[in-house]
C-alpha cells in the first residue's frame, strides 16, 4: 500500500504539470496520457517518478503526461490603406493614370484589388493582384479609367496571406480627355482691314469642364501650357473682348487662338486674318469750330481754323513745334480757305461781315485786305501758281454767281467766272501745271443742284456739265493729275451717296463710290495718279478714306466709335505721297489729325 506521504507528492506533482500545460484532466494514480483539447501544436512530456520507502516494501509508479501547446487563429484585416491617384491631382487629360497604394498588415500585405466599382471582393474573387508579402506595403500601379469624361473613383482593397480582407479605400479624379473648342475668333469687329496695331478681339470658347487661359499669338506653333504668354481665365463659356497687338508693318496678318482648360487639355488653333493699313492719331488743339489745311514743299502743315468764339486763327509746325497766331479776331468769320505759295508763304481767304478778305503773314502779324464786298464769298477757296500769283474762287451772293478774282497782273482783277443764275457756291480751285484754272461748283439753277466744271484763266472760261444726277454737287472737292486733268468728288443728295467723276478719257464719267452720307471729302492725286479721297460717312459720322492704289476702289473706316468725327476732312499728300488728314471732333470742338505711318 502507497504511504499517505507518497499520494501527497505524487498528486502534487500532477498539479503542477496541469498548471504548466494550462489544461487536463483528473485520474488515478494508475499510468495515463493527458492530451490538451487545441489546434496541432508542439507536444511537451513530463516523466513523474514516485519511489516508496523500500523499508516499507511499496513499489515504484511512473507517470506520463503530454501537454500541446496552441497558436491563436489570425483574424485581423490589413489596415491603414491609402489610394492616391497621380500623386493627388485634381485633374487629368488622359484615361492612362498612376495609383500609389500604401497598407499595413500584422501578418503581411499579399494582395490588392482596385476597381471603379465600390463592390467589395470575396477572398476567392477573381482580380486579386499578388504581391511579395510585406508588413508594409507601398507601391505605384498603372491604371486604366473607364471611357468618359467626369470624375472617376478608384476603389482599392488588400488581402492578407491569411485570406482577410481590408476595407475599402478610394480616391477620385476628374478625367478631362476633350479639348476646349474654340467658337469664334474675331478681330477688329470682322473686318479685312486694321488702322491700328492694337485691335480689338472677340473671343468665344467652350469646354465640358472649365476654361482656366487663353494664348494669343502671329506664330502658328502650339504653345506649351507653361509658355509665357497664357492669359489667365476662369469659365465654363468664355465670352470676352480684349486688346491685341499685332506686328509693325502693313500686310495680311494671321492670329492664332488657343484654349486650355483646368485638366491641362489645349484646344486646336483657331485663326483669322486681317490687313493691316497702319494710321497714327493726334489731338491737336481744342474749341474748333471748322478748318482748312495746307501741306509746304517741307513737309510742314499749315492750317486755318475758326474757333468756338469765331475768331480766325493760323498754327503751324514749320519750326518743329505747333505755334498759334490769332489772324482776325471781329467775329462773325465764315466761310475761308489757305493756300501756300512756292516759297511756303501761307494766304487765308476768309469771308467776314459779307466781304471777302485775304489775310496774308505781315511781320509778326497779319495784313487784311479786302478782295471783294455786298456779299462777296460766302463760299470760297484759293490756290497759288507757279509764279507765287494767287488765285480765288467765289460764290457772288448778291448776284448768285460763280465769281473769280487773281493778282496775276500785279493788282487784284475781278470777273464772273459763270453768269447763269444760282451757280457758284461751294467752289474748290485748284492750278495746274500750266498754270491753268479748275474750278468745281454747283449749279442750281434749275432748282436741280448739279456738280459744274470751269476751265481757263482770267477772261477766257470754258463751262462743263459734270453729272446729270439731280440734287447732286455739294460738299465737294477738286484735284488734278500730273497729266492735269481733273478729278471731283461731290455728294449725291438724292441717292446718299458719295460719288467720283474725272476727265480723264476727254469727258466725264461719273461713278459712284458707295460711300453713304459722304459728307465734306477732300481729294488728292499722288505721284502716279493715284486717286485719295477723305470723307465723312455723316450715317455714323465717322471718319473714312479711300483709294484706287490697287486698281480697284478700297475704303477704309479711320475714325469715329461714339464721337461725331470727320467734319472739315482735309486730306494732304507728303513729298513721299503719304496720307495726313485734319478733320474735327464735332461732339468736343477738337481738332484732329492723322497720318498714314
Known amino acids: 500500500m502507497m504511504s499517505i506521504r507518497n499520494w501527497l507528492i505524487i498528486s502534487l506533482l500532477i498539479f503542477v504539470c496541469m498548471g504548466v500545460v494550462g489544461c487536463g484532466q483528473g485520474g488515478d494514480s494508475s499510468v495515463s496520457e493527458v492530451t490538451p483539447p487545441t489546434l496541432p501544436a508542439t507536444t511537451t512530456t513530463i516523466i513523474i517518478t514516485a519511489t516508496t520507502n523500500p523499508s516499507l516494501s511499496t513499489t515504484t509508479t511512473t507517470s506520463k503526461i503530454t501537454s500541446t501547446t496552441s497558436t491563436t487563429m489570425d483574424c485581423d484585416v490589413p489596415y491603414d490603406g491609402i489610394v492616391s491617384i497621380n500623386s493627388g491631382e485634381s485633374y487629368v487629360i488622359t484615361n492612362e493614370v498612376f495609383v500609389r497604394l500604401s497598407a499595413r498588415d500584422n501578418v503581411g500585405v499579399g494582395y490588392y484589388y482596385l476597381s471603379e466599382q465600390n463592390i467589395k471582393p470575396t477572398p476567392e474573387a477573381a482580380g486579386w493582384v499578388s504581391v511579395t508579402s510585406t508588413i508594409e506595403y507601398q507601391d505605384m500601379i498603372p491604371f486604366v479609367l473607364s471611357l468618359g469624361t467626369g ?142 489745311a495746307a501741306i509746304d514743299t517741307n513737309d510742314k502743315f499749315h492750317i486755318g481754323y475758326v474757333d468756338t468764339d469765331y475768331y480766325l486763327k493760323y498754327m503751324t509746325n514749320k519750326d518743329g513745334s505747333w505755334q498759334t497766331s490769332m489772324v482776325y479776331d471781329l467775329y462773325n468769320v465764315g466761310a475761308y480757305s489757305i493756300c501756300l505759295d512756292h516759297n511756303n508763304i501761307p494766304y487765308i481767304v476768309f469771308n467776314a461781315d459779307d466781304n471777302l478778305l485775304l489775310a496774308s503773314p505781315s511781320g509778326e502779324g497779319w495784313q487784311i485786305n479786302v478782295i471783294d464786298t455786298n456779299e462777296a464769298g460766302g463760299g470760297n477757296s484759293i490756290a497759288a501758281d507757279s509764279n507765287n500769283k494767287l488765285h480765288i474762287a467765289y460764290y457772288d451772293g448778291q448776284n448768285d454767281h460763280l465769281k473769280y478774282a487773281t493778282d496775276v497782273s500785279g493788282s487784284w482783277q475781278k470777273e464772273t467766272a459763270d453768269s447763269r443764275s444760282y451757280v457758284g457756291q461751294c467752289p474748290s480751285l485748284v492750278v495746274d501745271t500750266a498754270d491753268k484754272i479748275h474750278i468745281l461748283y454747283v449749279d442750281a439753277s434749275a432748282f436741280r443742284e448739279h456738280p459744274r466744271y470751269a476751265y481757263g484763266s482770267y477772261g477766257s472760261w470754258s463751262i462743263e456739265n459734270i453729272d446729270s444726277n439731280d440734287n447732286t454737287g455739294y460738299h465737294n472737292s477738286l484735284a488734278v493729275d500730273l497729266g492735269n486733268c481733273a478729278h471731283a468728288v461731290y455728294y449725291d443728295w438724292s441717292n446718299r451717296n458719295l460719288r467720283y467723276a474725272t476727265n480723264t478719257s476727254g469727258s466725264w464719267t461719273p461713278i459712284t463710290l458707295g460711300g453713304t452720307y459722304g459728307f465734306y471729302p477732300s481729294i488728292k492725286i499722288d505721284k502716279s495718279n493715284n486717286v485719295h479721297i477723305s470723307y465723312m460717312r455723316i450715317s455714323e459720322e465717322d471718319l473714312y478714306y479711300v483709294n484706287n492704289d490697287s486698281g480697284t476702289w478700297k475704303e477704309y473706316y479711320l475714325d469715329g466709335l461714339d464721337n461725331k468725327v470727320g467734319a472739315d476732312s482735309c486730306l494732304l499728300l507728303d513729298s513721299s505721297d503719304n496720307q495726313h488728314i485734319f478733320y474735327l471732333d464735332s461732339m468736343y470742338k477738337i481738332l484732329k489729325y492723322c497720318y498714314k505711318k
Open 151 to 292: 470624375t472617376k473613383t478608384v476603389y482599392a482593397w488588400f488581402k492578407d496571406i491569411d485570406g482577410n480582407v481590408s476595407n475599402g479605400f478610394h480616391d477620385s479624379i476628374t478625367y478631362e480627355g476633350t479639348k476646349p473648342i474654340s467658337v469664334l475668333l474675331r478681330l477688329d469687329g470682322g473686318g479685312d482691314y486694321a488702322i491700328k496695331r492694337n485691335i480689338s478681339v472677340a473671343i468665344e470658347a467652350s469646354d465640358d469642364s472649365w476654361i482656366t487661359g487663353y494664348y494669343l499669338s502671329e506664330n502658328p506653333s502650339k504653345p506649351a501650357l507653361d509658355s509665357l504668354g497664357w492669359v489667365t481665365a476662369s469659365a465654363s463659356y468664355l465670352n470676352i473682348y480684349i486688346r491685341f497687338d499685332l506686328t509693325a508693318g502693313d500686310g495680311l496678318k494671321t492670329v492664332y487662338l488657343w484654349v486650355r482648360d483646368r485638366a491641362g487639355n489645349i484646344s486646336d488653333d483657331f485663326s483669322q486674318s486681317i490687313n493691316l493699313y497702319e494710321w497714327d492719331y493726334a489731338d491737336l488743339v481744342s474749341s474748333v469750330n471748322s478748318l482748312f
